[in-house]
């Protein structure tokens, strides 16, 4: 075969993208090599990477680039994994690699230096990347709340990790800055939410009480279901959820259907969670207020 076309067809099995190395085992020397980048056959994407025909690199090739510039151990990392895993848009600006060894960043690439342990490897149609698990803990390091937070329901919805598989990862992780951040948004930090009298007693009553609003009953059943907070006369309930617990298909399907069942008897159910309850206590109050205004004039 004509050395370009062993190029080509090299290329075509890594996203349009070849490195120098793999140049000479098409027949392509340093001389030719120079030749082609001057007329246009290839172009140089990185000092030791080209790309084969044309420069409109799609987004894999250009994480698979940064991979064959860096060398062997890279991964890719950061929005650019989130996005090759679908989790978020592909991301503009230069591509993120993480491996254990020191490499210096270029034009183009960002090199991260870290321990990368098995578990926290993995791959995507033949491209090296964070596991999901990895890659959330370093958005959580170097990106905004929502981003963060969509990159986490993404994954979520995608079924690309767990609870279970992340609750494990992070407890590997103790002491990276990004640990805080992902407990927060899993709700982890809301010991004894889902019912229990502790939290209730101890963070929600008290803005129930500075509002001003009716005192509730706790932890009480109403035909047959146990709700956390209920208002039996304007015949409010409260449940507080944590993403902890009540993520599960299982579950929302169960919530919801304690919710039609108490529907059924007359009884309106408001649900917060732990992130609202401690982040955004003034809409969480204001709702509560609506809802039980609302009933008192619906039973006047």
Do not use: C
């Amino acid at each position: 075969m004509h050395p370009d076309a062993v190029l080509a067809a090299h290329a075509s099995r890594q996203d349009g993208v070849v490195s120098r190395e793999q140049a000479p085992a098409s027949g392509l020397t340093p001389g030719l090599i120079r030749h082609r980048l001057a007329t246009g056959h290839i172009h140089l994407l990185h000092r030791t990477v080209y790309a084969v025909g044309h420069e409109a690199v799609s987004g894999r090739g250009q994480a698979r680039a940064a991979l064959l510039a860096i060398g062997p151990g890279s991964v890719a990392s950061h929005r650019w994994a989130a996005s090759l895993q679908g989790m978020l848009p592909a991301p503009r600006g230069p591509v993120h690699v993480t491996r254990e060894r020191k490499a210096r960043s270029r034009p183009g690439i960002v090199v991260h230096k870290a321990k990368l342990p098995q578990e926290d490897r993995a791959a995507r149609q033949g491209l090296a990347l964070t596991s999901p698990a990895r890659t959330l803990l370093d958005l959580a390091e170097t990106e905004d709340e929502n981003t963060i937070e969509r990159a986490l329901g993404q994954a979520e919805v995608d079924r690309l990790i767990s609870f279970e598989l992340l609750e494990s990862a992070l407890q590997r992780w103790t002491g990276r800055r990004g640990v805080p951040v992902l407990r927060d948004l899993l709700d982890d930090g809301s010991a004894g939410l889902g019912g229990t009298l502790s939290w209730l007693e101890t963070h929600f009553v008290p803005l129930v009480r500075k509002a001003a609003l009716p005192l509730p009953e706790l932890n009480v059943f109403v035909h047959g279901l146990q709700v956390d907070a209920l208002w039996r006369r304007q015949r409010v309930v409260v449940e507080l959820d944590s993403r902890r617990f009540h993520h599960t298909a299982t579950r929302f399907e169960r919530d919801r259907a304690r919710d039609a069942s108490l529907a059924a008897h007359g009884f309106v159910t408001l649900r917060f969670t732990y992130r609202r309850v401690m982040r955004e206590a003034f809409a969480v109050i204001a709702e509560l207020s609506a809802a039980l205004r609302h009933r008192e004039l619906a039973a006047a």
